[in-house]
Nanobody, 117 residues
Framework: QVQLVESGGGLVQPGGSLRLSCAAS????????MSWVRQAPGKEREFVAG????????TYADSVKGRFTISRDNAENTLYLQMNSLTPEDTAVYYC??????????WGQGTQVTVSS
């Protein structure tokens, strides 16, 4: 059974950093492309970043490009999202999921990121 468990969210001041983790189990993590998707209150789900199975290719939303970095450790079955220079507009629940994009796949339960002074 696929299980994705996010962690690392919290409250951070504008300009700060957070590192999200997603622990995967129940499937062959190293063969799946993975994504981070976020949803802010009252807004639609937004693709944040995606990474191919081997980790060599990644893609980002324009809103986070240059500030966020997606990575993975296939030996540890873990997906990461390093978030720097955070702004209040980054406040959302962040989900990891299988496949690239916001549709389909298996999803974690999400972790809340709040950027506020």
């Amino acid at each position: 059974q696929v299980q994705l468990v996010e962690s690392g969210g919290g409250l951070v001041q504008p300009g700060g950093s957070l590192r999200l983790s997603c622990a995967a189990s129940g499937f062959t993590f190293s063969t799946f492309a993975m994504s981070w998707v976020r949803q802010a209150p009252g807004k639609e789900r937004e693709f944040v970043a995606g990474i191919l199975s081997h980790g060599g290719t990644s893609t980002y939303a324009d809103s986070v490009k240059g500030r966020f970095t997606i990575s993975r450790d296939n030996a540890e079955n873990t997906l990461y999202l390093q978030m720097n220079s955070l702004t209040p507009e980054d406040t959302a629940v962040y989900y990891c999921k299988t496949f690239i994009g916001t549709a389909g796949g298996s999803w974690g339960q999400g972790t809340q990121v709040t950027v506020s002074s």
